[in-house]
């Protein structure tokens, strides 16, 4: 069993940045695929970005060139650096984990196994 609790959302001004952390208990998340969610009011969760285990990483459209995920594994936590914020990038975000033995991460939610709570990112214009 893994463990994820987010942290690091609040509320920023369009063109901030905040960095959001995911830390892991219960296992390590070496050898594990790792995404970012976020999910918007009315709306679908959706896929922000994910890291495999091997080191492939994908972003969204929507949010690539101003988003970075990062892991450090001394610490079993995972990172989503967020810059140049939007007011469309406002959501609850989520990290994700899962044991896919793939070398590409899953897109979809349905691929993962484990949550955490979930942090609220509010960017006002």
């Known amino acids: 069993q893994v463990q994820l609790v987010e942290s690091g959302g609040g509320l920023v001004q369009a063109g901030g940045s905040l960095r959001l952390s995911c830390a892991a208990s219960?296992?390590?998340?070496?050898?594990?695929?790792v995404g970012w969610f976020r999910q918007a009011p009315g709306k679908e969760r959706e896929v922000v970005g994910t890291?495999?285990?091997?080191?492939?990483?994908y972003y969204a459209d929507s949010v690539k060139g101003r988003f970075t995920i990062s892991r450090d594994n001394a610490k079993n936590t995972l990172y989503l650096q967020t810059n140049s914020l939007k007011p469309e990038d406002t959501a609850v975000y989520y990290c994700?984990?899962?044991?896919?033995?793939?070398?590409?991460?899953?897109?979809?939610?349905?691929?993962?196994?484990?949550w955490g709570q979930g942090t609220q990112v509010t960017v006002s214009s």
């Open positions: 890291n495999s285990w091997s080191g492939h990483t």
């Open positions: 994700a984990a899962d044991r896919q033995w793939t070398l590409v991460a899953e897109k979809e939610p349905s691929g993962y196994d484990y």
């Open positions: 219960g296992r390590t998340l070496r050898g594990y695929n």
